[in-house]
């Protein structure tokens, strides 16, 4: 089992649609989630963090998190054609500030 | 704020060259810098972590005597991929951690990320 776990995609959506990103992790102990953005031959970039269950909004993005099922998830309010780009999620275990990257989940929107 | 920059952005050099890649945060301390390798379509893999002052923590099969990191200030970290090969090429990239105010510790900042090309 990965650490970190997301759906490769890709994931289509409408434009002005609502897009879920989901994520797992197997490590009970983790302590922090970020979510980040990477379009395709640049850097990732930071959208959130998360530390506490529950939901946190920022803008058209909603990240949710929830311990007990190891899950945290991305929603992307009124998708545009600019959010497609692949997403991943990564996890701070609780070892220093090292983060464990999924794969990432490609999300495009067409509009 | 959280600005990290790199440079440089490309470089072509030929075989059994020595390349340098500076990474440095540009507003605020970076008790932690992070280099990662990724190839075309591929995940980010972690190279190395590094804290100021210390010598970096390789990920395993990281050649140390070939990717040559150093952290010599809060502000700046370099990789140094000695006598590289074709096989090197690739998208370099290094991140950032440590105290930005209202932010948390652990955040990882990236730069713009040096694409290498080796002939």
């Known amino acids: 089992q990965k650490e970190v776990e997301q759906n490769s995609g890709p994931l289509s959506v409408p434009e002005g649609a609502i897009a879920s990103l989901n994520c797992t992790y197997s490590d009970r102990g983790s302590q922090s989630f970020f979510w980040y953005r990477q379009y395709s031959g640049k850097s990732p970039e930071l959208i959130m963090f998360i530390y506490s269950n529950g939901d946190k909004e920022d803008g058209r993005f909603t990240a949710q998190l929830n311990k007990a099922s190891q899950y945290v998830s991305l929603l992307i309010r009124d998708s545009q054609p600019s959010d497609s780009a692949t997403y991943l999620c990564a996890v701070n275990r609780g070892y220093g500030n090292k983060l464990v990257f999924g794969a990432g989940t490609i999300l495009r929107v067409k509009s | 704020g959280a600005v990290v920059s790199q440079h440089p952005s490309r470089v072509i050099c030929k075989s059994g060259t020595s390349v340098k890649i500076e990474c440095r945060s540009l507003d605020f301390q970076a008790t932690t810098m992070f280099w990662y390798r990724q190839f075309p379509k591929q995940s980010l893999m972690l190279m190395a972590t590094?804290?100021?002052?210390?010598?970096?923590?390789?990920e395993q099969g990281v050649e140390k005597d070939k990717f040559l990191i150093n952290h010599a200030s809060l502000t700046l970290s370099t990789l140094t991929v000695t006598s590289a090969h074709p096989e090197d090429s690739s998208f370099y990239i290094c991140?950032?951690?440590?105290?930005?105010?209202?932010?948390?510790?652990?955040?990882?900042?990236f730069g713009p990320g040096t694409r290498l090309t080796v002939l």
């Open positions: 991140s950032a951690s440590g105290t930005l105010a209202g932010g948390p510790t652990d955040t990882q900042y």
């Open positions: 590094s804290n100021e002052g210390s010598k970096a923590t390789y």
